[in-house]
Nanobody, 116 residues
């Protein structure tokens, strides 16, 4: 059974930092990513990373430079380090994983709130 367990969300002031973690289990994953959904908006990609031998990352323009996605393959954990947070980063953040069979899985979501 595939499980994605997210942690690290919370409330932070603008300019602050948070680190999200996503622990994956139950399959062999080839890519993982973070998406977010703000109230009244569509879910959007924040950052993604391949989890095979090579490391390729991709970021939304709005978070480049401020956010960093990384992985610990041994622990099957993907991190999202978020710095210089802005109120517009407020959203529910979801972990997504793509496994070797082409199936996509989602975590339960973790709330990130950035105050003025």
């Amino acid at each position: 059974q595939v499980r994605l367990v997210e942690s690290g969300g919370g409330l932070v002031q603008a300019g602050g930092s948070l680190r999200l973690s996503c622990a994956a289990s139950g399959s062999i994953f080839i890519a993982m990513g973070w998406y977010r959904q703000a109230p009244g908006k569509h879910r959007e990609l924040v950052a993604s990373i391949t989890t095979c031998s090579s490391t390729n990352t991709n970021y939304a323009d709005s978070v480049k430079v401020r956010f960093t996605i990384s992985r610990d393959n041994a622990k099957k954990i993907v991190y999202l380090q978020m710095n210089s947070l802005k109120p517009e980063d407020t959203a529910v953040y979801y972990c997504q994983a793509l496994d070797i069979l082409g199936s996509t899985y989602w975590g339960q979501g973790t709330q990130v709130t950035v105050s003025q």
